[in-house]
């Protein structure tokens, strides 16, 4: 079954750019010399190339691909540009591994060990298909943070004068928003910034909602408000759980395993990288225990594969980042979300300290937070929808070629 | 199981009708018949919930007095003439300025009052003018900008009005039934919305928020009264008229998602995880899925059009705000029924799974037209592209689970032989499941086309009944399987003609199956006569290998060659005792299920056994040297009740060796 097929068919307008970079990759293995030993080798390599030019800029170089370069490793690491990349370069993984599949049976060089080692994977692959659909929830969300936190800038942001009117909607934006934030981080389970809002919230928006009216309106209506988002995976799903099954039994094959081990380990790892960027990233059911865990299988020695050197720094860098002090409360690692969080915070503050009418400094702090935050705003709206549906893609083609792979397996066997 | 589904939720729908024209609560009404559909949900917990809200709310409206809000609700278009002194002591004081300051009265009053402005209609009448004149003065302010001043006075106002109406707004989505029943007036202002309710007047002169159903699932709920969809219209129009459309779409799609969640949850569908599904017994998840389908039919034909409406009438002209506030509120839930889809589809491929996948294709497949209306704006493609995705991936997943059935069959092991070569469980399982997999040809001719959900999936009509439709080339490809498998493992009988036996009784078996279904129609003449000579082949490969030896016996030479001596016939006829003796003990036990083919096995065997052995006999009676006390053991009666005794069978093999087989193998489930 050809991959372009449900692309085809498909009424989702998700076409890839790297559609083109596959030809090529295939016509690399035509022009190759056929046989198992050096299809691994350039299954190793292309593997280790993508992880490569996944590296922050500094590290720039990895598969020596010089010409395309300019394109690449210039997202900061997890940016949506870079999770999008992280999960083009999966999807890319996943097709040179089905190729390499695919030729190792048609030379009829896979025994039922190896085709037990391919079912194995595509377990493993069935197992992150959760953390995909949380992770779409996640974007959802921030989404929603995103709509929120845009009605507060765009206000601030309007030609003519800051008045009390203005202030008065967006501190109203940004305390919806902070409700939201807070509720996520608790599903998420931790406090921190989401914290902070929330007690900042009880003083400083307190003006906003000074109306007599409001407190027994509210008694009703804001404790269902704002809700958190209800998540579409069922409610005792746990991120956490779910990567330690993704990574269970992932262990490095010994140096006599030949064929599909050293493959399937290959994609055991990428794809554990992936779910737990994915979980990460964006906010998803109890996603802080995940990240304290930081549950990363077993490193392969550096050394013992061309893409080792490359998975370990990103899996390293990732790690960097779930610890740092002021991320470790975040409601994602995203960068963006991060950014939101910053400028949200630093809005509320410059809108506190704000005195009524503003003018001078206090108004240029106001307006240079909300020009911060607006800019995130549109960064969100730009890259948010298409990482959604580049989630929703790695999700299809994880079953497509779970589906595919018993079929392949099965008309093997005639 | 799935019928069953479909009655239930049929009565559903009628149900719904039923209950909303009795009562007036509408959205507990609507959430009683969701969970209704469910008799594992207890109505405890709403009827808690909702004894709390109303509860508070009296509380609210009680503590608010009685008379203190009498504000005019006569036309303030001009503010009303009678300026207050403190006014009149200002200098030059402009008529603008004197109207904000006259609408900051009123509005402050109205803001903060501490119970719902809507309770009393004339004050949310009041209330809205004043917005209005607001929004006026504001544009107006605006567009001489002239007065700075007192431009940010009225836009501050306006804010504090916008943060009033958002909470008006939200709390008479959530709770349309603690505001006062449509007040005296209240209906004739909505002289537009009525016609759509007065269609079937079947109830008296209340309006019935309901449209007849005229088909299945033509079917809409509302979940506000009339009057409510009005006063949150109103409100929704001067939120976006201040250029806060953004805020009002977010506070609707937040006061929506409590009750589309609690609507789906009555459904009794569990939420679960891909992995768990992966998991779960065949059995239960079974038993999800013929929850699943009613219920996807229900949020999608009845719940989501109905929020759709609802929708389209709260932001009716103010284009895209609804659209957002609408996917926005059905999103998640939407998306988690979709997902039980992805994660079937995703599951195991037992073909025992194949028609209750089948189930789950059409239910989408049918409503994808439907959803067109309902989807249209730009907003919601996404979500319409998801469900035709699912689509997408339930057809493969049938494919799939088709094809699956092909390799079991190949790598079905020859282990262990039926008794006495009989039908072998897997030829049973195999036709049965094919003539029932007939029974969705259309579907399967569909996804196995491919050219599903593309286009909707219904518009292009597949001809499943041609033997070169894709369908049939994959049965004659799986007779074919199933064939070679029947072959090797007749080879496992010892007994060469056994063997034959074995495979007559399966093609045999398989004839009349396909004979008794549509898979006649796809497979085709061809194959049926080519199967027919099979089995006559497997017949006279019997005959030669069991009666070979007797017939030779038989033969006495031709009439031209000198005549055996009695000696001789003697022996052969004794030697045809024994073999007779050995052939009945043997083949009684053997098994010809068809009984027909059964009578014209016998009937072949007696045709040419019989005149041989009277033949042979005749031979000896007339022969010389003949004994005169010649005994004959058998008449050729005898002989031909002896051969009408082969192939009962003997029970007792049948059931044990029956059971032996059926306990390890998938083909013991029951289709």
Known sequence: MPVTEHQGSSSSPSTFSFGRSLLSLRRDHVAMPSGEEADLEAFQRHFAASLGELLPGEVEGGGGGGGGGGGGGGEEILSVAWIRRLLESFILCQEEFRVFVAQARRRGALPAAGEKLVVEFHERAVKALDVCNAARDGVDQVRRWERLADIAASVLLAPGEIHEGQLRRARKALSDLSVLLVDDTAASGSGGVASFLASHRNRSFGRARASPSRASLAGATSSSHFRSLSWSVSRAWSASRQLQAIGAGLAAPRAHEAGLAAPVYAMGCVLHLVAWALVAAVPCPDRSTALQAHHLPAAPARAAFPWAPPLLTLQERLAEEGKRKDRRNSCGLLKEIHVLEKSTQKLTDAIDAAPIPLFGDREADVREAAAELAAVCAAMRDGLEPLERQVREVFHRIVRSRVEGLDSSMHNAD | ?671
């Open chain 2, 1 to 671: 199981m799935a019928e069953d589904g479909e009655e239930k939720l049929l009565a559903t729908v009628q149900h719904i009708v039923k209950t909303l024209g009795r009562t007036d609560t509408m959205t507990e009404d609507i959430l009683k018949v969701f969970s209704n559909y469910d008799g594992r949900l207890s109505l405890d917990k709403l009827y808690a919930t909702r004894a709390a809200a109303a509860a508070a709310a009296v509380a609210a409206a009680g503590g608010a007095g009685a008379g203190e809000h009498s504000v005019p609700a006569s036309p303030p278009m001009p503010p009303p003439p009678a300026v207050p002194p403190a006014v009149a002591a200002m200098p030059a004081v402009t008529s603008l300025e004197r109207t904000v300051r006259t609408l900051d009265r009123q509005i402050s009053q109205f803001v903060a009052m501490d119970r719902l402005i809507w309770a009393d209609s004339a004050d949310a009448d009041a209330f809205l003018e004043a917005v209005d004149d607001l929004i006026g003065t504001v544009q107006e302010l605006d567009a001489a900008g002239t007065n700075r001043g007192l431009l940010d006075r009225a836009d501050e106002l306006l804010s504090r009005c916008m943060a009033r109406l958002e909470d008006e707004f939200r709390a008479l989505i959530e709770r349309p039934d603690d505001v006062a029943p449509p007040a005296p007036g209240g209906f004739a202002s909505d002289e537009s919305e009525e016609e759509d309710y007065d269609a079937d007047d079947g109830y008296g002169d209340e309006p019935i928020p309901i449209a007849k159903p005229v088909s299945d699932f033509d079917v809409v709920i509302d979940a506000l009264p009339p009057g409510s969809v009005s006063d949150v219209h109103q409100i929704a129009r001067r939120m976006v008229d201040a250029g806060f459309g953004r805020e009002c779409a977010e506070a609707y799609a937040a006061a929506r998602r409590g009750f589309i969640d609690e609507s789906v949850a009555r459904l009794g569908i569990r939420a679960r995880t891909i992995d768990e599904v992966h998991s779960l017994p065949w059995e239960e998840l079974e038993f999800d899925i013929a929850r699943w389908i009613p219920a996807f039919k229900m949020v999608f034909r009845i719940l989501i059009p109905s929020e759709r409406r609802l929708c389209d009438r709260v932001f009716d002209g103010l284009a895209p705000y609804g659209d957002l506030a609408f996917v926005a509120a059905v999103r998640t839930q939407a998306l988690q029924l979709i997902s039980f889809g992805d994660a079937v589809s995703a599951a195991s491929r037992a073909p025992e799974r194949l028609f209750r996948v089948i189930d789950m294709y059409e239910a989408v497949r049918d409503l994808l037209p439907d959803l067109d209306p309902v989807f249209a704006d730009p907003y919601s493609a996404a979500l319409r592209a998801e469900v035709s995705a699912v689509c997408n991936t339930l057809g493969s997943s049938i494919k799939g689970i088709f094809m699956e059935l092909e390799n079991l069959i190949r790598r079905d092991p020859a282990r262990v032989s039926v008794p006495g070569g009989g039908i072998h469980p897997i030829t049973r399982y195999v036709m049965n499941y094919l003539r029932a997999a007939c029974g969705s040809r259309q579907t399967l001719e569909e996804v196995m086309e491919g050219d599903l959900g593309a286009v909707g999936g219904a518009a292009i009509a597949v001809d499943p009944d041609r033997p070169t439709s894709s369908l049939a080339v994959h049965i004659a490809w799986i007779m074919d399987v199933l064939h070679k498998n029947l072959e090797t493992k007749s080879k496992i009988y010892r007994d060469p003609p056994l063997a034959s036996i074995f495979l007559m009784n399966n093609g045999k078996y398989i004839i009349h199956k396909v004979n008794d279904s549509e898979l006649g129609v796809l497979l085709g003449d061809e194959w049926m006569k080519q199967m027919m000579s099979r089995v006559r082949r497997w017949n006279l490969e019997y005959q030669r290998g069991a009666w070979a030896k007797v017939m030779s016996v038989l033969q006495t030479g031709g009439p031209g060659i000198g005549s055996l001596p009695a000696k001789a016939l003697l022996q052969k006829l004794r030697m045809f005792n024994g073999y007779l003796e050995e052939i009945c003990a043997i083949q009684s036990e053997w098994v010809i299920a068809d009984e027909q083919l059964r009578e014209d096995v016998r009937a072949a065997i007696t045709d040419s056994v019989k005149p041989a052995y009277m033949g042979l006999v005749s031979r000896l009676k007339s022969s010389p040297e003949a004994a005169q006390d010649l005994f004959i053991k058998h008449s050729p009666e005898d002989v031909e009740a002896r051969i009408q005794h082969l192939f009962e069978g003997v029970s007792k093999i049948e059931v044990s060796g029956g059971k032996m087989l059926l306990g390890e193998t998938v083909w013991s489930s029951q289709i």
